[in-house]
């Protein structure tokens, strides 16, 4: 009795300590919804501070400064959305991979193996992460672009020209990555 309240006792210490460690180390990350509203509102309610310092200080010989800030605010305010919106997602992703690998069960010895549908989650929701990262980055960087003046239409025509020879190119790796997907989906394997 004496050793096995000894072992629980040692389990729930590296338990805690495993705990303790993951909030030194991560104490900063955003994991759920409630801790990136935190963050947003701080960041609201530090850009409101700066603001009300700037109106209070305010000269009027400013008309120069005042259109560059302005771009400059601009492009603040739409690099704050595309924070918001994949950290969002990226939360959103994590708590279902979390959730799928929480559900999965031991195979038994004899057993075909493969497991459930958290195998296949837990691997294709971080592809999607790293795709919705893309998405967000091209689109924050060509409104950016857009914003400062940029003309952003070449770009899109060049985007295309280089991604029809991509396509052409590497035809072969895109099919393999749509059949891998695919497989994941229908458990083909299993």
Known sequence: EVERLEEELEETRAAEEKARLAMGAGGHQLDTFEALARRVAGILA?????????????????????????????????????????????????TKIREEIGDQEEGELGDEGGGSSASRLATLLPLFRNFMLIVVVVTILLIVLMEVGI??????????????????????????????????????FR
Do not use: C, K, T
């Open 46 to 94: 530090f850009v409101a501070g700066i603001y009300a310092f700037f109106y209070i200080w305010d000269n009027d010989s400013a008309q120069m400064v005042e259109s560059y800030a302005d771009r400059l605010l601009d492009v603040m305010v739409i690099i704050f959305i595309g924070y918001i919106v994949y950290h969002a997602f990226r939360i959103w992703i994590d």
């Open 151 to 188: 003309n952003v239409g070449p770009l899109f025509a060049g985007a295309g020209i280089v991604g029809v020879a991509v396509g052409f190119g590497s035809q072969a790796l895109v099919r393999d990555i749509f059949a891998g997907a695919f497989f994941l989906f229908d458990d083909a």
